[in-house]
């Protein structure tokens, strides 16, 4: 079905086979993401991954980030912080229920999420700005619910200068920067002590500005960071809540995945990172929740390019 969205042509197909055609035919013409105003903001003007349209830049940033941020050797260099997380995640559980205190689940994912983002992308889990930061993130799930009128009859833009979008898009925008900047400065600072002498994503990213041929910029290290923060604190919460969600409500699963871990877990009462490639059940029921709840959806053929 043709859909003329305003200045936007939208193409929509509904069926699995029509998509698999159009992404093996078509793929080139329907890879960015809709070009919309706040999206363009908020990537700080096209210099992250997730927003930028496809091209040169999109594919040279995307290539510096594969090998100098998500590369294997750096995941698993944050290995030791995701165990440490769990721990703490598991033994808050443990303490609220020992002492019969009801478990607020989504707000123990949601800390979770947040300290284990800002430990790996900052270096320490920056407890008041970890809760800024989810106020933010909050904020921009928000206002990118909104209809930006710019976007789709920009010659009636101010419309959005009166509803006082504009404005709160400006002010999202200057919290969210100087957040950034603090962060910044601070890992900047030559006597910075780290807590744990690891270098955490932003060093990585602001060691990648010294060399000029890569072409890095700060609104690069800025871009990436609000992916990184936007993609990933998020995504992974909400898996976790579903999940837990359909094993309460289906005891027997529940019981088959508890049977799987204690199996595999034995006596050393905790899991760690290589068990999971055991737990073959348990990536059942974690593929079987991204399948029903998928918490992003993906770029291709979420439109098509004028
Ligand atoms: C359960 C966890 C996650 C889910 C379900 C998820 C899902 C997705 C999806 C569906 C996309 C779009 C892919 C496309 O357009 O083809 C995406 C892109 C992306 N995600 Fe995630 N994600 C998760 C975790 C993360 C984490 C932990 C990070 C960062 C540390 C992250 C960073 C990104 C980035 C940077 C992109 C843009 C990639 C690109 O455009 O090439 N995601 N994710």
Known sequence: MFLQLGVHPALVISSAEMAKKFIKNHDQDCCSRPSVSFLNKLSYGGADIAFAPYGEQWRELRKICSNEIFSLKKVSSFRTLREEEIE???SSISDLAAANI???????IISLGSNMMTRIALGRSYHNNGNKLHEILQEMHSISRCLFVADFFPRFGWIDGVSGLD?????????LDDIFEEVITEHLDPVRSKSD?????LDTMLGLLKDPTNNFTMNNVKGVLMDIFIGG?????????WAMAELIRNPQIMKKAQDEVRSVVKSKGKVEETDIQHLHYFKMVLKETLRLYPPAAPATLSQRKP
């Open 88 to 90: 703490h995640f598991i």
């Open 102 to 108: 009801p478990v607020n689940l989504t707000d123990i």
């Open 167 to 175: 404005a709160r898009v400006e002010k999202f925008m200057k919290k």
């Open 197 to 201: 002498g690891a270098e955490d994503i």
């Open 233 to 241: 604190t998020d995504t992974p919460s909400l898996i976790l809540e």
